[in-house]
Nanobody, 123 residues
Framework: QVQLVESGGGLVQTGGSLRLSCVASGRTFSSYAKGWFRQAPGKEREFVAAISWSGGSLSYADSVKGRFTISRDNAKNTVYLQMNSLKPEDTAFYYC????????????????WGQGTQVTVSS
């Protein structure tokens, strides 16, 4: 079993930066791929970024390429999402997910989910 806890969300102005963290419990953290998804009010959950179990493969949504960076530190059981050049359309609840081996872009590829953290970007 893996439990995930996100942190680092908050309110930031357009063009600002935030770093989200997702700490996992469970001995098998390093065995899983990790992903970040987000959901804005009235919209469906969407893929943001993912990193394979080895860290050797990364995936990004087109809307965040060049601005967001996903990374992982297995020694700290943590996956990060560095978000730069934030835009109002990045405003959403951000969720961390774990599961599988590959840097999947679909939610059903992940078995474990955190409770999420709110990111709000003001214009």
């Amino acid at each position: 079993q893996v439990q995930l806890v996100e942190s680092g969300g908050g309110l930031v102005q357009t063009g600002g930066s935030l770093r989200l963290s997702c700490v996992a419990s469970g001995r098998t953290f390093s065995s899983y791929a990790k992903g970040w998804f987000r959901q804005a009010p009235g919209k469906e959950r969407e893929f943001v970024a993912a990193i394979s179990w080895s860290g050797g493969s990364l995936s990004y949504a087109d809307s965040v390429k060049g601005r967001f960076t996903i990374s992982r530190d297995n020694a700290k059981n943590t996956v990060y999402l560095q978000m730069n050049s934030l835009k109002p359309e990045d405003t959403a609840f951000y969720y961390c997910a774990a599961g599988g081996l590959r840097a999947g872009v679909k939610g059903d590829e992940y078995d474990y989910w955190g409770q999420g953290t709110q990111v709000t970007v003001s214009s």
